[in-house]
């Protein structure tokens, strides 16, 4: 007698436990920081404009003056935060143009380099002492400290010049590859001073945070005792749900 097989399949549509995969919504840091903030103007909008708040906000020592130093701590790191993501642009917008330059250098140098080793492959000598430089894959620093050897020791070689004209790289085609090479040198250096501006600026948005937050901090402590028995105004001021 043969057995029933009790295994249930599954219908188009259906799933098992086994086949569900739990999936977590990775955390955006920006955006995180985006709630941080609006929480803050909100906070500091009701702190001024709201009467009940105002004057509770005073009576725990809280006035006018204290409320106007955390607005200027808030707007110090709004505009600290601003020239953050001005600069992280910079950072990304560079380093993209950097990489494109150099993937042009590359490709012109490579074509030199197997034009050079065609002509050169009778004097071995001569090639080792130009020390070019084509494999792709090197690593940029290496890479570019044998090019500026290759190409200042080429110029000194019009005989070698003369012999890759011959196998269709003429001088003007040397010429646009070591132009090519020296704009990726510029974007490299243009890349290196928009990664220390953006770290400048996000040391400066760090700072201005502590400060701020510290600030924050400590209103939110007393004016979450202060408002006890408003749980509307705390819940207007995200004081139940807060992660300051």
Same mark, same amino acid.
């Given at each position: 007698m043969t057995k029933k097989n009790k295994t249930k399949q599954n219908t188009t549509g259906e799933?098992?436990?086994?086949?569900?995969k739990k999936t977590t919504k990775k955390r955006n840091p920006g955006e995180a920081f985006e709630t941080k903030l609006a929480v803050g103007r909100n906070t500091l909008k009701?702190?001024?404009?709201d009467p009940g708040l105002k004057a509770c906000a005073a009576s725990v020592?809280?006035?006018?003056?204290?409320? *106007? +130093?955390?607005q200027a701590y808030f707007d110090a790191l709004?505009?600290?935060?601003?020239a953050q993501k001005t600069a992280y642009t910079a950072q990304l917008n560079a380093y993209t143009k950097y990489m494109d330059l !150099?993937?042009?250098?590359?490709q012109k140098n490579s074509r030199i380099v197997q034009?050079?080793?065609l002509v050169l492959r009778d004097d071995p000598e001569t090639l080792a002492n130009l020390k070019p430089a084509d494999l792709t894959k090197i690593a940029y620093g290496p890479w570019s400290e044998a090019n500026q050897y290759f190409f200042k020791r080429l110029v000194d070689l019009p005989a070698v010049t003369g012999l890759l004209a011959g196998v269709g790289v003429p001088q003007a085609m040397v010429d646009e590859a070591k132009q090519a090479f020296v704009n990726t040198q510029a974007a490299e250096t243009a890349h290196k001073n928009a990664r220390a501006?953006? +770290?400048?600026?996000?040391? *400066?948005?760090?700072?201005a945070y502590s400060v701020y937050l510290k600030w924050m901090r400590r209103y939110i402590n007393v004016l979450a005792a202060a408002l006890v028995d408003d749980p509307q !105004?705390?819940?207007?001021?995200?004081?139940?749900?807060?992660? +300051?």
């Open positions: 799933t098992t436990p086994d086949d569900t009701l702190s001024a404009d020592g809280y006035g006018a003056g204290k409320i *106007a +130093q955390g709004n505009t600290t935060y601003e !150099m993937k042009v250098s590359r034009a050079l080793r501006e953006a +770290q400048r600026a996000t040391a *400066a948005k760090n700072e !105004m705390r819940e207007k001021l995200g004081i139940v749900a807060r992660s +300051q």
